[in-house]
Structure formats: structure tokens, C-alpha cells
């Protein structure tokens, strides 16, 4: 079984200040990781994903995520935030791509002016 | 990009009613499709793996003679709760796989429904 560990349950940062919201994985196969963004009272949104190759993936919205085998983490930055992206972020993990989700218990981003 | 529906995004039912959730992928097939409960300030879980044409498969703890869930066709799945109590008050999102190659495959969300029990 996979488990997904979100160190933050809140970020608090003010606009245009970098951030980092961490996440840490566990599974004994190897793993598809996510990172999904959660406006109040509405579905998900994929923000990136790794499945495989460069250890640095782009995603939406100017952010990015580094996956780290060795530490078993896939932290999510982004260098400069806007109002706009207070939100929940959840990372998720997935032993294949038509299986479900694996979700940690995200992260509340509030973007401060 | 691919895109999935949800119908009603929220209902309001009196204690002991049953209501049904429809999941839709509107512009590709998806022979499975998963449905997830978020109570208020928490994360998803799974609850069930919906297949088309076979039965549903259910997560430990989940009724499945509560929870009933028909994948009726490709596009189509439905979560019935039935005789709902206010415990069951939650947001529930579905999911389904944009299929490519089974390692670049996409899950597309719903935008969720909002389960009021009074």
C-alpha cells in the first residue's frame, strides 16, 4: 500500500514571496506522483504530475515539483505566489496511471497581501 | 481537454431519502471510473472503483448496499446513497482515466457534489 504525507496542513506567505509545500511518499513499488490544486467547493485541478524522466517537472500557474527518490519526496515551489493561488493543494500518489489516487492531507496556501 | 461531469453539484435530502450522483465523461470513454468522499477540511478517499459492465469494487469500511454504484455505459456511472443520514453529509468527486499509454494516462476530476443530510 502507498501513503502520502503532507508535513503542512497550512502555509501561510505573503504575495510575491516564494513557497515550498512539502510532501513525502511511501510504497514499495515505484509510483506516479501528482500534485492537484482545490478552490473552496470545487473539484480538483492537476497541477503536475511525474511518471518518469527529468526529476524536475513544470507544471500550471508557475509551478514546479522535484522528484527526489532517495528522499522519497516530490516538494511542490513555486518562486514568486500571487493572491490568486490560496487554495488546497494535495499531493497524490498512484502505482499506474488508470489506477486510483493516494491522497495526502494537504495543505491549506494562504496568500497574504 | 477532457472534461467530467458531476450532476447535482448539491442536493439537500431529508434523513432516510436516497439520492443519486451522476458522473459523466463527457468527451471520451472511460471503462472505469472512481468515486471519493472529502469531509470538510479533509483529504479524498477512495470509496469505490466503478467498471463498466461488471460490479463495482469497494474500499474497506465502505457499504457497498449503502453506497450503490452502476456503470451503465462508457461515458456514465452513478453513486446512489441510499437512505442517506446526516453522516453522510460530505463532497463527493468522481474520477475517471484519460486513457493514452497505461504510463501517460490522465485522471480528470469532477468538480464535485455536495451531499446536505437534514
Known amino acids: 500500500a502507498q501513503s502520502v504525507t503532507q508535513l503542512d496542513s497550512q502555509v501561510p506567505v505573503f504575495e510575491e514571496a516564494p513557497v515550498e509545500l512539502r510532501c513525502n511518499y511511501s510504497?514499495?513499488?515505484?509510483?506516479?506522483l501528482f500534485w492537484y490544486v482545490q478552490y473552496p467547493n470545487q473539484g480538483l485541478q492537476l497541477l503536475l504530475k511525474?511518471?518518469?524522466?527529468?526529476?524536475l517537472v513544470k507544471g500550471i500557474n508557475g509551478f514546479e515539483a522535484e522528484f527526489n527518490k532517495s528522499q522519497t519526496s516530490f516538494h511542490l515551489r513555486k518562486p514568486s505566489v500571487h493572491i490568486s493561488d490560496t487554495a488546497e493543494y494535495f499531493c497524490a500518489v498512484s502505482v499506474g496511471g488508470r489506477r486510483a489516487l493516494t491522497f495526502g492531507s494537504g495543505t491549506r496556501l494562504q496568500v497574504q497581501p | 481537454g477532457a472534461v467530467v461531469s458531476q450532476h447535482p453539484s448539491w442536493v439537500i435530502c431529508k434523513s432516510g431519502t436516497s439520492v443519486k450522483i451522476e458522473c459523466r465523461s463527457l468527451?471520451?470513454?472511460?471503462?472505469?471510473m472512481f468515486w471519493y468522499r472529502q469531509f470538510p477540511k479533509q483529504s479524498l478517499m477512495l470509496m469505490a472503483t466503478s467498471n463498466e459492465g461488471s460490479k463495482a469494487t469497494y474500499e474497506q469500511g465502505v457499504e457497498k448496499d449503502k453506497f450503490l454504484i452502476n456503470h451503465a455505459s462508457l461515458t456514465l456511472s452513478t453513486l446512489t446513497v441510499t437512505s442517506a443520514h446526516p453522516e453522510d453529509s460530505s463532497f463527493y468527486i468522481c474520477s475517471a482515466p484519460h486513457t493514452g499509454t497505461p504510463s501517460t494516462d490522465t485522471q480528470y476530476f469532477g468538480p464535485g457534489t455536495r451531499l446536505t443530510v437534514l
Open positions: 510504497s514499495s513499488v515505484s509510483v506516479y
Open positions: 468527451d471520451f470513454q472511460a471503462t472505469t
Open positions: 511525474y511518471l518518469s524522466g527529468s526529476t
